[in-house]
């Protein structure tokens, strides 16, 4: 399987030019997780990640320039962004802009089809492609790695939405300076042997979360006793998952994901106060997982941030394991997810 790269982009057009971009990226699930930051201003982890990118729930954002205006508009699935969505944006354009020497203020349209805020990786996908379509408006030339350095200061696992299939986000030594630890903490495709693997996802719940993912990792690395204990199994955890995915072994792979992702709710709950995200529904589908297993189907549970469930098996298993998930997900949905490409720029023709 080979992971897609998105093309390095094309130089800008002249400075009175109208510029415009529009980019695509796909969100992505981590098997080996990322859960707390060493620095928050540049977005670098405590931990290395390995993910797999989706090939549902694409974003697509365009980017547009204009050099008559003061402020930026930020339009999220058709309504004004506000808030802390919108501060994010802007700040994010803030960079581009400087690393650019341009100052012109942009139209921003984002449309986002995964379920914001859910532990659906939607700030993954809407940062990858805001930081392909808003480097191309603003004539940044980046290549893929330049840009999965960029997209983790918008959202830190952005930086593997840039790459399709499997990708590992880079912590970073710990010591060095703050442009050698930018230059490292990046994104880069994970080489695998002979898989085909799918992603049941059981949305069990689509609305916002009481407690955003951002709080939830602070107050988890300052306060939880299990924390520093679950980052330093992550390590090996990681070694392992690299090696079972070059070897073409999804028994190890969802094995080495499933307590990866146990092990960092488990730090969760520690916390003080306990941050929960797993409901009844959750707990209910991670018991039909174990059903499945016993039953000898290959299936393997991982959750990010949120009470949503995705579980890895075989693409040829994929649809036994949904109609186990639907019998197990009372009001909520399954769907089927497989390896997605690389964010990417469309043409005129929107392709």
């Known amino acids: 399987m080979r992971s897609e790269h998105p093309a390095t982009l094309a130089a800008a057009p002249e400075q009175g030019a109208t510029e415009e971009a529009t980019a695509v990226a796909h969100p992505n699930i981590a098997l080996i997780k990322y859960w707390g930051k060493r620095d ?20 697509t954002t365009r980017v547009r320039l204009r050099a008559d205006a003061a402020h930026d508009q930020v339009t999220l699935n058709g309504a004004p962004a506000r808030g802390e969505a919108l501060r994010r ?13 341009r100052a012109h203020r942009a139209v921003v349209d984002s449309e986002n089809t995964v379920p914001t805020g859910a532990g659906l990786a939607s700030s993954a996908s809407g940062f990858a492609a805001l930081a392909v379509a808003a480097a191309a408006a603003y004539g940044l030339d980046l290549d893929a790695t330049a840009l999965s350095r960029l997209a983790r200061r918008g ?15 880079h912590a ?29 996802v ?15 990792m602070r107050r988890t690395v300052d306060t939880s006793p299990l924390y520093e204990s679950w980052a330093a199994s992550s390590g090996a955890d990681l070694a392992e998952m690299r090696a079972a995915l ?21 730090t969760m709950l520690a916390a003080r106060p306990a941050v929960r ?12 997982v174990l059903r499945i297993r016993r039953d000898g ?6 959750m990010d941030a949120g009470p949503n469930v995705k579980v890895l098996c075989r693409r040829a298993d994929a649809g036994q394991v949904a109609a186990a998930l639907w019998e197990a997900a009372a009001d909520g949905t399954v769907l089927v997810a497989g390896p997605g490409p690389g964010a990417r720029l469309l043409g005129g023709d929107g392709r």
């Open 155 to 169: 959202s830190g696992s952005a930086s593997r939405s840039v790459f399709g299939g499997f990708a590992v986000w």
């Open 246 to 266: 070059l070897a073409g072994d999804i028994e190890t792979v969802g094995e080495v994901a499933e307590r990866n992702a146990l092990g960092m709710h488990a």
């Open 202 to 216: 059981a949305v069990l719940d689509a609305g916002p979360k009481e407690v955003s993912s951002r709080t939830a």
């Open 89 to 101: 944006v802007v700040a994010f354009l803030d960079l581009v802009r400087e690393r650019a020497g």
């Open 172 to 200: 970073g030594p710990a010591r060095g300076t703050a442009q050698e630890a930018d230059l490292a903490s990046h994104a880069e495709p994970v080489p695998t042997g002979d898989l085909d693997p799918a992603l049941v």
């Open 297 to 302: 189907v290959p299936a393997y549970a991982t």
């Open 277 to 288: 995200y797993m409901t009844p529904a959750t707990l209910a589908v991670l018991d039909r």
């Open 40 to 59: 928050e201003d540049l977005v670098l982890p405590r931990v290395d990640s390995l993910s797999m990118t989706l090939d549902v729930f694409p974003t």
